[in-house]
């Protein structure tokens, strides 16, 4: 059993910066994939990145491909999620979560956070 928290969510001007964090308690952190996604009122899940378990490995939505870097510390527990240049259309709740398989469908991740919200203001 994994549990996720998400932190550093919150309100920005458009251009700027917000650094994202996903705690995870429980064990063997290092055994799973971890995923960024984001949801708006109305709308679908949507992928934004994920990681492999050594990070060696990563994986971008075109819509924030060159301005947000997804990455992980396995001796922390810890993924994060840097996201510069920053747009109105990124406003979401952004969740974590955990899998097994390396993908981009929301339904194959076993695992989620509560969600962070982020609003860019224009």
């Known amino acids: 059993q994994v549990q996720l928290v998400e932190t550093g969510g919150g309100l920005v001007e458009a251009g700027g910066s917000l650094r994202l964090s996903c705690a995870a308690s429980g064990r063997f952190f290092s055994n799973y994939v971890m995923g960024w996604f984001r949801q708006t009122s109305g709308k679908e899940r949507e992928f934004v990145a994920h990681?492999?378990?050594?990070?060696?490995?990563?994986r971008y939505a075109d819509s924030v491909k060159s301005r947000f870097t997804i990455s992980r510390d396995n001796a922390k527990n810890t993924m994060y999620r840097q996201m510069n240049s920053l747009k109105p259309e990124d406003t979401a709740v952004y969740y974590c979560?955990?899998?097994?398989?390396?993908?981009?469908?929301?339904?194959?991740?076993?695992?989620w956070g509560q969600g962070t919200q982020v609003t860019v203001s224009s």
């Open positions: 979560a955990a899998t097994q398989l390396l993908t981009v469908r929301p339904a194959s991740y076993d695992y």
């Open positions: 990681i492999s378990r050594g990070g060696g490995s990563t």
